[in-house]
């Protein structure tokens, strides 16, 4: 989406560190990362462009359908905000085992399993965070309403046309939200990384894991740090 790059650089910009809080994150989390600021920033800035192209057309249809499934499909697409988060995690984390079907589906192209890696731990953040995106468009896209569009249409614009053109400019303010809100929800994740990624320094240990691990170790001091920075 043409719109999807700024708002999210606008994000990443207003929550951008100094270098001096990079290096302090980059130690706490392993500092093996090269060329990027640190996991959990990586993770953020990927789960935000990711959630806004496959919130986009789950949210066109919720505000645009008229069907009896729609909210039957709004009710699934908000499951993420009722289950427990590691509830959610441990169902991802077999779905992405070696032995899962989807798994033995791609043995063939090299691919064994996605648990307790970087592309799991991105699936598992989609999955838990899409709720955040598709509610904030979903509002912006039936805040529009069809006059807009009728008049697209009467100037001979495709129906493609018309939600380049008009839906995406006037959506604009909810996908400053949906990109603000998944940004910062990425943050505070837990219990499904937790089971997915298995916080393996420096590969899966996003910092909210991090912070708990300071905490056990009544390491209170780095603990409140690292929290200070988020």
Not at 172 to 181: D, Q
């Amino acid at each position: 989406l043409g719109i999807a790059g700024p708002v999210i650089g606008t994000v990443v910009a207003s929550a951008g560190m100094t270098a001096a809080q990079m290096v302090y994150l980059r130690r706490q989390l392993g500092g093996s990362i090269e060329g990027r600021e640190t996991l959990i920033m990586t993770v953020k800035v990927i789960l935000s462009a990711i959630l806004l192209v496959i919130a986009t057309p789950l949210a066109w249809v919720l505000a645009r359908g008229h069907g009896w499934w729609r909210e039957p499909l709004a009710a699934v697409a908000a499951l993420p905000l009722v289950l427990p988060p590691t509830v959610l995690g441990f169902y991802l984390l077999i779905a992405l085992g070696p032995d899962s079907p989807l798994m033995v589906l791609l043995h063939p192209f090299g691919v064994k399993t996605l648990a307790f890696t970087f592309a799991g731990l991105v699936i598992g953040s989609v999955v838990y965070s899409l709720p955040f995106a598709v509610q904030p468009l979903r509002e912006a896209f039936q805040a529009i309403g069809p006059r807009p569009f009728e008049a697209a249409t009467t100037l001979g614009a495709s129906p493609w046309d018309a939600f380049l053109n008009v839906a995406l400019p006037l959506a604009r303010r909810g996908y400053l939200t949906a990109a603000i809100l998944v940004f910062a929800h990425t943050v505070g994740e837990f219990g499904v990384v937790l089971m997915i990624g298995g916080a393996i320094p420096g590969r899966t240990e996003v910092v909210s894991i991090r912070i708990w691990r300071l905490v056990e170790q009544l390491d209170f001091a780095e603990a409140h740090r690292l929290s200070s920075l988020l």
